[in-house]
């Protein structure tokens, strides 16, 4: 008999065509984690970088506090 619906169903899937695995999943957000890892680092460091630039400098910051100086 004719399966009227057949061309809705998937066919058998077989050992090459299962969807992605278990390993691979675990790969690829092992690589993803180690991605955000280094750009943690980076930004971190951009920041010291920053800080030290202003920590260096000579701004002196001046609270107003309704008093003239003097």
Do not use: C, N, Q
């Amino acid at each position: 008999m004719l399966d009227p619906l057949r061309h809705l169903r998937a066919p058998p899937s077989t050992e090459a065509e299962r969807p992605i695995g278990e390993v691979t999943l675990l790969a690829v957000t092992a690589v993803w984690l180690v991605l955000l890892g280094f750009g943690a680092l980076v930004l971190r460091r951009e920041l010291e970088l920053l800080t030290d630039r202003v920590d260096s400098t000579d701004y002196k910051i001046r609270v107003y506090d309704g008093h003239p100086e003097g």
